[in-house]
């Protein structure tokens, strides 16, 4: 055999073997929403309901409890469980937080909300002294990372989720801080 051909062999193998240890999976999507609010009160006001990891439902109202599994609340590492109105639940971790920039980020580590590898940042910022801008933003992939994903773990089930969730948390922190 030439030379080409032995590098054309190896070649091919190569992807074989790729392919076969990749268990069909295909490199998702990475994903994105971003959600705003503007809403008329003070930023101390609003952060007193969005600052607190260990109480989402104190705006959002999807959430029937929220729990701290371990860790100490508002810092770095603390586990949170969410427990949503369907019985559902989210299990996430606080990466960051900072209450002088009125700020947080998180993790989830276990959900049933049809995304994956999930990072999001919520922050609450004055734009005037009786006027607040919240901006809550995620990146993710969708749930299932297969090259052909299950109805409702694709991309846009993903995103119209986190979309959803987001609005229906502003919308009510709005209702509730006006």
């Not at 091919?12 to 240890?21: E, F, I, K, M, R």
């Not at 959900?111 to 999930?118: A, E, G, R």
Request: proline share 2%.
């Amino acid at each position: 055999m030439s030379r080409l051909t032995n590098i054309t062999m190896l070649v091919g193998a190569v992807v074989l073997t790729a392919c076969a240890t990749s268990g069909g999976k295909s490199s998702a999507n990475n994903l994105s929403v971003v959600e705003t609010v503007t809403i008329n009160a003070p930023a101390a006001k609003v952060w007193e309901k969005v600052g607190n990891f260990a109480d989402l439902g104190a705006f959002h109202p999807a959430i029937a409890k929220t729990e701290i599994l371990s860790g100490k609340n508002n810092m770095a590492g603390a586990v949170r469980l969410l427990t949503l109105q369907d019985g559902g639940t989210v299990n996430e971790t606080l990466t960051s937080r900072s209450a002088e920039n009125m700020t947080y980020a998180y993790v989830i580590n276990e959900s049933v909300l049809p995304v994956s590898n999930y990072s999001a940042n919520i922050q609450v910022k004055a734009m005037t002294a009786s006027t607040t801008k919240v901006v809550w933003s995620a990146k993710f992939k969708r749930k299932d990372l297969s090259a052909y994903p299950a109805k409702g773990q694709d991309d846009k089930a993903g995103t119209d989720t986190i979309h959803a969730v987001f609005k229906g948390g502003l919308d009510n922190l709005k209702k509730i801080t006006e």
